[in-house]
């Protein structure tokens, strides 16, 4: 067997060419053929003594396709290895140089590879424009909101006599005709409606004070203003909701309030387990430490791709852009709901594919170059800590780190849970980049509250001047 490479003037291809000989793959071919012998069973034959040069004649093209193949494939990869080649994508079949193959009537044969090259250069952080990172403030409002929530999630219901704003009742809707009577054939249903979805303030006023067994009358898409809600309320059709003109008598069966949970240490305990909080200062102190490990991994992620987007702007190198056409079109499955033609692909290549492509290479070059790296112990760690945070065990309490553990060693040791173990890999490497972005780029700290945050991260798009409305220009006035 040899195998040699040839590159392309522009450096960014090669392609490889595999010699196979019969020497090469004859003696596995004739192993195999010899293990059908023995296992053969053909009429006129007693089992295993069939003749070798019928099984030959059989089995010997289809067992030497498998076995070339799979030569050729641990082959190639051990020479891109071997060789130390850094590749984009994967080899494909050089559509210009591999010859059709006959495994009928050929015994030595030529493979070739076109393979993508990736650049090697030093990743520098040098003359880049300094990068924003964002700081989001948790104000006293987000607090509150986050106490008064968590209360009302935590609380009870309880029935009181009388209704009051923000209450929930059950009842029973009976259409009515024009003289307010009961409508022959008419809606009946029963339902709960709530006090808040009422739109209208005056309309919401009316329900205050009533009791279980009072009766009010109105038309349900007046008061809720909401085709789908109705339609619900009424179990009908929402084009029928939608068009409802008639008023319905609904008589309250039912007055249910949510209490909010009472602060105690209790309730501390229930909404942070072993968070060994005692007081309200503590609980909200615990809230804003949440709240800022939550919105860091936001703020993270726009931090890295806006230094991804000034690395990429910095090392904007050439791509051999056919060869990763040919390649992207080549992964996609004919019932893939995301594939594109080549022609859209030839549109939108360089706006949704070359960056990330390029991206692909500077990051290869990064984790290389500051020899950044994470362990299967470094998941298993995570994974633990993940597990105990999960279940609210005691962090310092061994039995329970030793039952995490034991539960992580199992879970990695499955085959089926590989992809979700390459997600923990892939997500502590981008925190061990993100650390080195933090570290090498120049950066502005910036802090904003989370709304304007979101704003920044989803921008509403200007009006193009066209589209905007004239300015009304004020009225001339006539001297006297």
Known sequence: MNITR?????????????EMQKADYSANVDKILKDYQKRANMPGFRPG??????????????????EVNKLVSEQLSKYIADNDLHILG???NSSDKQEQIDFDVMENFDFYF?????????????????VTRYEILIGEDMV???VDDTRMRMGKDIEP?????????????IQLDGDKNVLENGITHSASISVNKIEDEENRKKFIGMKQGDTIIFNPMEYFNDENAVARMLDINVNIAKNMKSDFSYTIDRITRRVPAEISEEFFDKVFPNGNIHSMAEFEDKIRN?????FSSETDKKFMNDCIDALVEKYNFPLPEEFMKRWILSRQNEDDKNSITKEELDADFEEKYAKSIRWQVIENLIVKQNQLNVTKDDVRKHLISLFIGQTGMDAEDKESEQRAATFVDDFMSKEENLEQINSVYDHLMEANIIKLFGDKMQIETKETSYMDFIKILYPVPETPAEDKPAEEKPAETENK
Do not use: H, W
């Open 144 to 146: 509150k909101k986050y």
């Open 290 to 294: 949440d709240a800022k490990v939550s």
């Open 161 to 173: 006599e009388t209704v009051e704003a923000g209450d929930n009742l059950f009842g029973q809707f």
């Open 49 to 66: 003594k069939v003749p070798f040069s019928l099984i030959s004649k059989m089995y010997r093209s289809a067992v030497t396709a498998d």
């Open 6 to 18: 040839e590159t392309a003037e522009d450096k960014l291809t090669a392609t490889i060419k595999i």
């Open 114 to 130: 076109d393979v993508a090259l990736e650049p090697q250069f030093d990743v520098t952080f040098d003359g880049l424009k300094p």
């Open 90 to 92: 994967s080899p494909m």
